[in-house]
């Protein structure tokens, strides 16, 4: 194991693997040797889907200012442990035009190597940090998305993806005086021919509706805004939602990207192209599939996080751990006190980690037609706690921990887990600092009532996520005894 990666990283098994890979990956030097090739390091791995991410430096010094980095493709072969293996590679083709200093690379292969934590090397004072990039892979809508401290202080990031001269920002009165200015500014940067036009709208769930959208889209069209513009979402889960359904509704579709700047939005939300608005029947009952152009979450936000918002959108990180990692969900266990306290290297692991799994399951399942489904754990009796509630009451996180606590407990009640299963879900939420019930108004009628609208009903049966055998396993269906269903819901209501 690389002795440079930080103590919370889980260890490199030194498992066999063979496998062939084709691989993007820029060299950071101007050199193009493939004798500089010194590192290489698996990123990821998944419980699901068994592909890694793979990072290559070079071993040359060069200042950073003044590298070149071309884009290659190569065709990268291996055999043998990570730990010693030789790897060979060919230059297929080059792209000169490419400024990236790094990559993420997909590699299909077959080893249960453990994740590790990509870390980039030593950076000067000088220089802007090397985002970790996780690469939502969808043909040719594919998409990266950028992780690490200061992005928004790298205009090269944000204006590489807007196409056109037109911008809309879409924010709100929470966000906007902390970083609106700071993201015009990367979006102009040296970059005078854009025009960067801004709608600030009111904070919060409550305001997930068609009234407040209609917002977004006078804008844009009291601003002219063409086919070529893009909107940019700087903001929480409801900026990206609605400001990602704006866009794929305004002129029948135009480019957005996320700036997520909650933990919520940024392990979850602006990943894999959900958006939409609520009813006030049910939660996003209204909205489409339709994926940015790019995700670019700078870590640094999370210092302006309320407390209360930073441990909702820790219920998300959990629930990865649960229904597909569970040497993620192990890692947290030992690290959610680091979580709690910001600590700024397990917070990139978490988000990096977290978008790994979230993109390898978009990749395989993006219209939600049966895997990404179980990336709801947890939502059928959250969505229906915040409904009964009322929309902003319950953070979104603290639903979908109480109705985890709840899908777990009716996993136990049809036999699928174990008890310590059940202790384990339940101590880590309080860890988190998330409530493990629902609020005391929801009665099982209300449940009954809001879940049966739910998104994943089909042809009047109602489909759940449930756990079933050992850590990190779940399955997504509609059968189950429906006694188990009600036991569960007598036992977290009063009445």
């Known amino acids: 194991m690389p002795e440079d990666l930080p103590h919370f990283a889980p260890k490199l098994t030194n498992q066999t693997c063979n496998f062939s890979h084709k691989i993007h990956l820029s060299y950071l030097s101007p050199q193009l040797s493939p004798s500089h090739l010194t590192r290489l390091r698996p990123m990821a791995s998944s419980s699901f889907c068994p592909k890694h991410a793979l990072t290559l430096y070079s071993s040359t010094n060069h200042r950073r200012n003044k590298v070149i980095s071309p884009e290659f493709s190569l065709r990268f072969q291996a055999s043998g442990s990570f730990g010693s293996s030789r790897y060979v590679a060919s230059i297929v083709s080059i792209n000169e035009n490419s400024n990236n200093l790094k990559h993420r690379l997909m590699a299909s292969g077959s080893s249960a190597a453990a994740p590790v934590m990509d870390q980039s090397p030593a950076q000067t004072t000088s220089s802007p940090a090397v985002p970790t990039i996780v690469e939502v892979d969808l043909g040719n809508r594919s998409y990266p998305i950028y992780i690490g401290s200061g992005l928004l202080d790298q205009p090269q990031l944000l204006q590489r993806h807007v196409h056109g001269k037109q911008v809309l920002v879409v924010t709100n009165t929470t966000v906007a005086p902390l970083y609106l200015d700071k993201t015009i500014q990367a979006l102009t940067d040296g970059n005078p021919n854009v025009k960067v036009e801004s709608v600030i709208l009111p904070d919060g769930e409550q305001f997930k509706d068609m009234d407040t959208l209609m917002k977004v889209f006078d804008k844009a069209i009291e601003s002219r805004l063409d086919r070529r513009c893009t909107f940019v979402a700087l903001g929480g889960g409801v900026i990206g939602d609605m400001c990602g359904y704006a866009a794929a509704a305004y ?245």
């Not at 998300?316 to 040497?327: C, F, H, P, Q, T």
């Open 251 to 495: 002129l029948r579709g135009v480019n957005f990207i996320q700036i997520p700047t909650t933990v919520m939005a940024q392990v979850d939300s602006s990943v894999g192209g959900k958006t939409g608005i609520n009813h006030r029947l049910g939660k996003n009952l209204i909205g489409a599939f339709y994926q940015p152009q790019c995700v670019l979450i700078d870590t640094d936000t999370l210092n302006t996080l309320p407390d209360r918002e930073l441990a909702s959108g820790l219920a998300e990180v959990i629930k990865y751990g649960l229904i597909r990692d569970a040497e993620f969900f192990e890692w947290q266990e030992k690290n959610m006190q680091a979580l709690l306290a910001r600590d700024p290297s397990a917070f990139t692991y978490a988000i990096k980690r977290s978008c790994e799994n979230k993109a390898e399951v978009v990749s395989l399942d993006e219209k939600e037609s049966g895997l990404r489904a179980t990336l709801n754990l947890g939502h059928t009796f959250g969505h229906a706690i915040e409904t009964g509630v009322g929309y902003g009451e319950w953070f979104h996180g603290e639903a979908v921990a109480a109705g985890t606590v709840m899908a777990v407990d009716m996993s136990y009640r049809l036999g699928w887990i174990d008890d310590s299963l059940v202790k384990r879900v339940h101590k880590i939420l309080l860890q988190a600092n998330l409530p493990t019930a629902p609020p005391e108004t929801m009665t099982v009628d209300m449940f009954k009532s809001v879940m049966a609208v739910d998104k994943k009903v089909a042809d009047g049966l109602l489909r759940l996520i449930l756990l079933k055998g050992p850590l990190g396993n779940c399955v997504f269906t509609g059968d189950y005894d429906k006694k188990a269903l009600d036991d569960t819901l007598r036992a977290f209501c009063k009445s």
